[in-house]
């Protein structure tokens, strides 16, 4: 089976895409001859022409605004937003309106409509460019949201999401692009709604989506050091969300801990932790943990930047202290 | 301020106890849930259990005093604390005026530093829905999690522990500072003889016992319980000695002088009948109570009847639950057994004993019948009553058991 | 930059026009009045919620302006859209039981008066976000250029959408990739209560294009003709690939802004000068006085009307509820 990097797999997802249905095409910021911000649609204008291959002025608005335009015209477009923090430019387009025009126009219209987004912090850009956004549009009936944390992932949830027909926020963490995995040469997806079990264990459930899964894993290794088992889980999609594979885990760990980037006040963790509690309370044998990002702003500083992210270490010593373990 | 120990109220009708022994002398120190002293109530001895920690600063009871339930009759508190005078019968909201000034200004929070009253219980939500599920009593558990959090793992630790917990409800017995022992020690069960051996001794020596026994022709009782069953469909499962239950809760009514107990000269009729059954555990046996039969159909009584026995080989009885009966029923019926009689259990007046239901041949209208027969004998405390009252109380429940439907018609 | 005259008489517009044709517009400016004077009604009797936003005065521009199109053709409006729904082909009733909130409704009683959509006729919404639609009118541009089907986008917009950043940003895009959208400015002279000349640093709001190359035209927003000869030219401009085209119609609500709006900020006297105006009075006027109809024949467009609306009114009141498992209904294509 190959290994390649997240990136190469979304690349491979857009280009599959492109080559399969005319009616799909990319626009974004620098996605044609720069290539990308991101380097994901490199070498895309030169295969695919300017016409598939938009780049857009700085206007998210319209840009997701004439993506959602163009869906309901019969076409599939990608809008790459170059990062989740210039969403919010384009707020008034995704959430009051591609999320809305299926439910308001009594099904009428769909918006088949992919929004890719680069989320998360960690890479010195301070507090504009490094905030982990998705729960915010996760909390909005009729969108989609994905956070994949593997290459295998990053292409199975692409495929299905051009294979689905409502506005999609695609979260692509920046700091995992260059993460390899196993991707098969045979045609998968990844469904939306299914969270799966990383790693099995069976003293304390870590929840996470994105590069905190990563986080989580590595922090299982040590945790397993010292005789604490644990099972990592990737939701994979924040909406829909597999609360009851979380249920299942935590009913046989009795322990729940939700590592997340985001802040705490409001983060996606919280509807996870609620959700938790309203399912699997009974099974609970402590509090819910929740390691998120400090509430602060992102710093610039790197010291001061490692210390706002939740990292291994950190989820080692919260979940000792926190169960007493 | 200082935590009071309270006499407690440790069955629906105690009104008063007696401290039999201080397990600890003032200064000792003193764990959350530790047993403390020996309290006897009207029917037995039990044994209590610290709700704070500290040090006992003050003994008020002596022992061999009874106070009223709820007074105060000891403090537990830290060493530099002023403790109310030991006459003081006042209570703690009256106890801190004229101490200190100083530990008037003192917060709780620096109270608790040293002195923790548990209020309730800390458990999370899988540790008390397995104590749910295993019968284990979460106040008896300590907690190992943060906070002192009984864990899943604190309630299966003690689900292990079981048979200690049960002694620790009914035997009187030394300190331990663990506040349980190891389970099957030789030293475990010789306490628990020990413990019968003192009630059965007490009885014997201060009850003056005598004795009726009768025949009791169960076919129709047999019968009426296959058909109740037929009927309940598997839902409950009505056993024989709920009929008998039931049929000496019918008498008694009639005959409340065997649901009473003989006190200084005096006979007190209890209120409601409230039936022991002898249960016997590995440890030794035990008489909880199944309460209010005089309310309850015969389904009731099997559902309480098979609750307390399986609660009671979980070894989660309630305290109130050991002493609570006012008259009792000792069945060997399981252990082929043709007759024995019973001791009556301190604070009863009578108790009923029966045996095996066998197949005997009996003369009915001069011929030769084969009918189920169960023998029983009721023992009865001569200060209450006598052979001809008895007579008629063991006739009754005969009569109720030869024709069940009766049973079936309150 | 184009010019599309303005300056022909009415005389000489409505000869260039069948009785037919004429008849058609009087009816539908008259059916869209009288929708709109029974909707307030229905309102005020409870039977409509929420926000109520009347066409009334501003006929002449939808129905000019839209009779222009054809029936493929993209058609996208903002939240006073009662008028561009019925001028695009919407059955009254439709439209009158989705302001009932009602299963038999347009959009199935999910949008509102706000949110009348329609895809059989490609009526692709109103949309109640101020500015929203034009982006969304932007993007289908795309799809029709790309696609190569040969539609005209035309979106609406009050002058209040004038100030927003998405305007801006959709005419610079449908500028730089030449698409064919119709931006259609309704300048009825409040955004709410505020005057346009208290809100606009440019006088002329049609001026708005210019800096993107868009061309731009005026247009008597009170005389269907002249909006429908001015329209006609653009559609035909646009169909061809001239790229996007920013109309400014100068017009007049004659109710307030809602139902709830008295108009406080505007002289009676303001509002008695432009009824003069009625688009309606005055075709019906020019018809009469050009001898092109006879009074009957008006009076029998006129009752078949009032016919219809009392229909669609009856139809809306009797119409069921949307059942309760509609609540969950199409959050998502599934």
């Given amino acids: ?325 | ?410 | 930059m184009a010019k599309i005259k303005n300056n022909q008489s009415k005389e000489k517009g409505l000869e260039s026009y069948t009785k037919e044709q004429l008849t058609i517009f009087y009816r539908q400016m008259f059916q869209i009045r009288r929708f709109e004077e029974s909707a307030e009604e229905q309102y005020m009797r409870g039977n409509i919620r929420g926000f109520l936003h009347v066409y009334t005065g501003q006929e002449a521009v939808a129905v000019g302006a839209i009779s222009a199109l054809r029936k493929s053709d993209y058609l996208v409006t903002h939240y006073r859209d009662h008028g561009h729904a019925l001028a695009k082909g919407l059955a009254s009733k439709s439209a009158m039981a989705e302001l009932f909130g009602k299963a038999t409704g347009c959009s199935k009683g999910m949008g509102g008066s706000m949110h009348l959509f329609d895809k059989s006729i490609n009526l692709m919404g109103g949309y109640a976000i101020v500015g929203g639609q034009l982006p969304i009118a932007t993007g289908l541009g795309i799809s029709s250029k790309e696609l190569g089907k040969g539609q005209v986008v035309m979106v609406f917009m009050g002058d209040g959408a004038l100030n927003e950043g998405e305007l801006h940003e959709s005419l610079n895009m449908a500028a730089i990739w030449n698409l064919p959208v119709i931006f259609y400015l309704e300048n009825n002279l409040y955004g709410m209560g505020n005057h346009t000349t208290d809100v606009f640093a440019v006088k002329e709001l049609k001026k708005v294009s210019e800096p993107f190359g868009i061309p731009n035209l005026e247009v008597d927003g009170m005389d269907v003709i002249a909006v429908n000869q001015a329209t006609q030219a653009v559609v035909e401009k646009v169909r061809k690939g001239s790229g996007p085209f920013f109309i400014e119609a100068k017009t007049y609500r004659f109710r307030g802004h809602s139902v709830a709006d008295p108009s406080n900020y505007r002289g009676k006297s303001e509002e008695e000068t432009w009824k003069k105006r009625d688009p309606i009075t005055s075709l019906e006027t020019s018809m009469i006085q050009s001898g092109l109809v006879e009074k009957d024949e008006i009076s029998n467009i006129r009752s078949s009307v009032e016919e219809e609306i009392a229909d669609a009114v009856k139809f809306a009141l009797e119409s069921p509820d949307p059942e309760d498992a509609t609540l969950y209904h199409n959050v998502y294509d599934s």
Wanted: with cysteine.
């Fill in chain 1, 1 to 325: 089976m190959p290994t390649i990097t997240i990136r190469e797999a979304l690349t491979k997802g857009l280009k599959e895409a492109l080559d399969k249905d005319p009616s799909v095409f990319i626009m974004g910021e620098d996605i044609g001859p720069y290539g990308g911000a991101y380097a994901v649609t490199k070498g895309f204008l030169e295969e695919y022409g300017a016409e598939r291959i938009k780049d857009t002025p700085i206007a998210e608005s319209v840009m997701v605004g004439a993506g959602t335009g163009a869906a309901m015209g019969g076409m599939k477009p990608v809008v790459e937003l170059m990062t989740i923090n210039f969403g919010l430019l384009a707020m008034d387009q995704i959430v009051n309106h591609a999320a809305k025009i299926r439910y308001m126009s009594g099904g009428q219209f769909s918006v088949p409509l992919i929004i890719r987004a680069v989320t998360g912090g960690g890479g010195g850009l301070a507090a504009t460019h490094s905030q982990c956004l998705e729960g915010w549009f996760a909390s909005v009936p009729g969108l989609k949201v994905a956070t994949p944390a593997t290459p295998y992932d990053a292409l199975g949830l692409l495929r299905s999401s051009f294979e689905d027909n409502n506005p999609i926020l695609f979260a692509e963490h920046a700091l995992i692009y260059g993460v390899k995995g196993e991707v098969p040469e045979d045609y998968y997806t990844v469904p939306f709604g299914k969270a799966e079990t990383v790693i099995e264990g069976s003293s304390v459930s870590l929840i996470a989506y994105s590069r905190m899964v990563h986080v989580a894993t590595e922090a299982a290794a040590e945790l397993a050091k010292d005789g604490i088992s644990c099972e990592v889980i990737d939701i994979k999609t924040l909406r829909p969300f597999d609360i009851e594979s979380v249920a299942n885990s935590v009913r046989k760990t009795n322990r729940a801990v939700v590592v997340e980037e985001a802040w705490k006040t409001g983060g996606f963790g919280a509807e996870i932790a609620s959700q938790i509690q309203e399912v699997a309370f009974e099974d609970l044998d402590g509090p819910i943990l929740r390691i998120c990002g400090e509430e602060v702003p992102q710093p610039y500083n790197k010291k001061l930047e490692a210390m706002s992210i939740p990292d291994a270490a950190k989820v080692v010593s919260s979940v000792k202290s926190h169960f007493s373990l």
């Fill in chain 2, 1 to 410: 301020m200082a935590s009071e120990i309270i006499m407690p109220q440790m069955g629906y009708d105690m009104k008063e106890g007696k401290v039999v022994r201080w397990l600890k002398t003032e200064g000792d120190t003193i764990e959350r849930g530790e047993i403390i002293a020996e309290i006897e109530t009207d029917k037995a001895v039990v044994e209590m259990e610290a709700y704070a920690e500290g040090l006992l600063r003050s003994i008020i009871t002596k022992e061999g005093d009874s106070v009223p339930v709820g007074s105060v009759i000891g403090y537990i508190g830290t060493a530099d604390e002023v403790i109310p005078e030991p006459d003081t019968k006042a209570s703690s909201s009256d106890a801190s005026s004229g101490s200190d000034p100083k530990e008037q200004e003192s917060t709780p929070s620096q109270i608790t530093d040293t002195t923790t009253v548990n209020s309730e219980v800390r458990a999370s939500p899988i540790a008390k829905k397995l104590a749910k599920d295993l019968n284990v009593d979460l106040s008896t558990v300590k907690g190992t999690g943060p906070g002192n959090r009984i864990t899943k793992e604190d309630v299966l630790a003690a689900k292990d522990s079981t048979a200690s917990v049960i002694s620790n409800q009914l035997v009187s017995k030394g300190h331990d500072s663990e506040g349980h022992l190891p389970v099957g020690s030789e030293k475990e069960l010789s306490k628990m003889r020990l413990a019968v051996a003192k009630v059965t001794t007490q009885s014997k020596q201060e009850i003056p016992h005598f004795y009726v026994s009768v025949d009791i022709d169960m076919t129709h009782s047999v019968e009426t319980r296959k058909q109740l069953n037929e009927k309940l469909a598997g839902q409950i499962k009505v056993s024989i000695n709920d009929l008998i239950v039931k049929a000496c809760a019918q008498a008694l009514k009639k005959y409340p002088s065997f649901n009473s107990v003989y006190v200084d000269g005096k006979i007190k009729t209890a209120a409601d009948i409230n039936i022991g059954i002898a249960i016997a555990l590995e440890q030794g046996l035990i008489m909880p109570a199944i309460t209010n039969c005089q309310n309850k159909s015969i389904p009731e009584i099997s559902i309480a009847s098979k609750d307390l026995i399986d609660r009671a080989n979980q070894g989660v009885l309630k305290g109130d639950e050991y002493t609570s009966g006012t008259f009792s029923v000792s069945n060997l019926g399981m252990f082929d057994v043709d007759n024995f009689i019973a001791i009556i259990y301190p604070g009863q007046s009578a108790v009923l004993a029966v045996g095996t239901i066998r197949s005997k041949p009996v003369v009915e209208n001069n011929q030769i019948m084969i009918r189920s027969i169960m023998h029983a004998t009721v023992s009865v405390d001569h200060r209450v009553s006598d052979g001809a009252e008895a007579a008629k109380f063991i006739g009754e429940v005969k009569y109720y058991l030869e024709n069940p439907i009766s049973l079936m018609l309150d």
